[in-house]
């Protein structure tokens, strides 16, 4: 199984090809520019997206209605970070990046075989970040006094699960890849997609705001990312997206009866009742069956992993070159870059805090 980077790229212009020679100041400063400018566009698309969110909820408490409340609804809350980030925030990065330079992608069509590979592998990626992050934040919550609570997890199980598919399963998916695969990379694209990739990866995984979501989706970001550069097809990686939030969010919501009716008649099983295993029988045999498959999958997932980890590679190939000394300078050492940066890393640290502060308040 061979899944090495076989270009994507359709260059334009003949002569300037590829610039391997020389990498001038004034390449730099254009550079250092596009990074700015698109990691700039994601943090007002955030901050934007934030603002009008938290003033509907200080307008609805100052004409007499009770935001408290509706904080506490899963589904507004779903319903208020979709509308304000997907709807009006979105245009402002579409405007802010609408000039920017990029390099056309061939698309390929991608097997059923290759789906099923980068979906199993990402399976795999989703359940050890998941670990980390959850162990990482409890770690956190432990050490400054207190419990960290998974607000993320929390918010879908308050959201009716109509609404959850809805948004999570089919609206996320197709504007986070938008955002992060098909605009960000292609915007990048003349810098190579090893470059991109990395870029596409790291934003999306700040762009969750929180640890229980942040490593898993850095993986699954390099992942997708790599599906994207290699296939030039955003649909794959939505759909691949939409099939990862299905099995992260919507099953378990699915499962949740049959969970809770386990827990109920636990301690009867455990003595041995056989009249309350056979009546529960169903339930039972769901959660069993819903358990093997995961695991089942996740270790399939990290053995293709392993096995092939020395298949995937991804071109240098690219327009301009940045030397690989100037790279942190180039993309990191931006204003747009830092802002990015600082922002994103304070909403993490603010989601962490938040849950301690309120439950030491209480």
Known sequence: MDYNYNGSFHYQGGGDFDRWDSFSLDDEKRARGKFSRVLLAITVMLLVATVIANATVIIIHLAGGDSAALVDDGAFQLILSSVCTYVLAFPVFLLMTRKMYYVPRIKRRMSGRDFFFFLAVSVGIMYVGSIIGNLLSEFFGLFLGGTSDNSVAELIEKTPLPLTIAIVVIIGPIFEELVFRKLLMDKLSPYGDRIA???????????????????????????????????????????????????????????????????????????????????????????????????????????????????????????VYIPKEKRSRVIVANVGAIVFIVYTCATVILNLLTPLLTGAGA
Request: aromatic share 16%; hydrophobic share 55%.
């Open 197 to 319: 990739i990395i870029v596409s990866a790291v934003t999306f995984s700040l762009f969750h705001g929180n640890l229980y979501q942040m490593f898993y989706a850095f993986g699954i970001g390099l992942i997708l990312a790599y599906v994207y550069s290699k296939w030039g097809n955003v649909l794959h990686t939505i759909l691949l997206h939409a099939i990862l939030n299905f099995w992260g969010s919507a099953i378990p919501m699915l499962l949740m009866p049959h969970l809770e009716k386990l827990e109920e008649i636990l301690p009867e099983l455990e003595a041995g009742s056989s009249e309350v295993m056979m009546e529960h029988a169903p339930s039972i045999m769901l959660l069993g069956t819903y358990s093997m498959v995961q695991f089942g999958l996740v270790f399939f997932g990290l053995f293709l992993l392993f096995r092939h980890r020395k298949s995937f590679f991804v071109s240098d190939r690219c327009e």
